[in-house]
């Protein structure tokens, strides 16, 4: 090793005598550092970098959105209901004319502003007139409008029919809501491949489900539904007026009452009395159900707006009778 640092110190010495430019200045080697010295000096560990980290389990979210579940529009379409790409047929358009001043007032395009407009309850006075046939098609019909988007809620906690006749399967809902104030709409409400229509059926069989249709849950859920879902028309089909006192709870909430009066078979009497129970509801509109129609404007009742719809033929293959 000396002998190498001998043999480069006199091959400087020569460069020099030779006359070539040598720096002025060498660098001096570092101190020697103590060990305590190097202990504090030396660098902080490096931190593994992501690719280096070992990968966690991310964690899994609750799938988000409501249930869809799939309408059957060949078998609603031979059992008289409205359908999308159905042909045209006498039901359709006379829900057409049913629906426009149900639609107006719910987005307050009538000739007055009308409160809870989008509240909308389809009653009878007694079972069988034909309520939940006229629910049904009034929601199917409402959401084959462009521009507004429905929610159908089977109120009928007694005898609940909407999901039979739509072809699906019981599930939570409505009665589920009213007990379970942890549960949020979202997880019972269904949605269908009718793009503006949602469903939320009755629920879970409850042994007080009449009690809790009266309840002050239902008045909150309600008017809770009334607001957060302001830009949607809401339609309950709810129990006859007649039968219980349950609807005529419900009905101090909507904005407007559909009652379907059953042709030839009603007593006057029972429409009266049922008429009387809700006077406190701003719009009242009269359903003419099974009529025998002679022409095309064969649509009158006597009552509130006095429409009617179908021929006893075409509405005689209904499944529902309440």
Known sequence: MSNSIEKAAQRLEQLRQAGAQMPTAVAQPSPAVSMNEAQTLAPPEI?????DAPA???PVSAPVGSKVVQLDFDRLTSSGFVTPNAPRSMVADQFRVIKR???????GKGASVVQNGNLIMVTSSMPGEGKSFTAVNLALSMAMEMD???MLVD?????PSIMKVLGLPPGPGLLDLLV???LEMSQVLLRTNIDNLTLLPSGSPHA???ELLASAAMTDLVDDMGKRYSDRIIIFDSPPLLLTTESRVLATHMGQIVMVVQAEKTLQSQVKHALSTIESCPVKLMVLNQARSTGQDAYGYGYGYGYGYGQRESLAEAEVQS
């Open 208 to 210: 007080r489900a009449t």
């Open 47 to 51: 931190a593994p970098t992501v690719a």
């Open 180 to 182: 379970d104030d942890k």
């Open 155 to 159: 109120a009928d906690v007694a005898r």
């Open 56 to 58: 966690r389990p991310r």
């Open 101 to 107: 001043p149900l639609i107006d007032n719910a987005t």
């Open 148 to 150: 507004y988007t429905v």
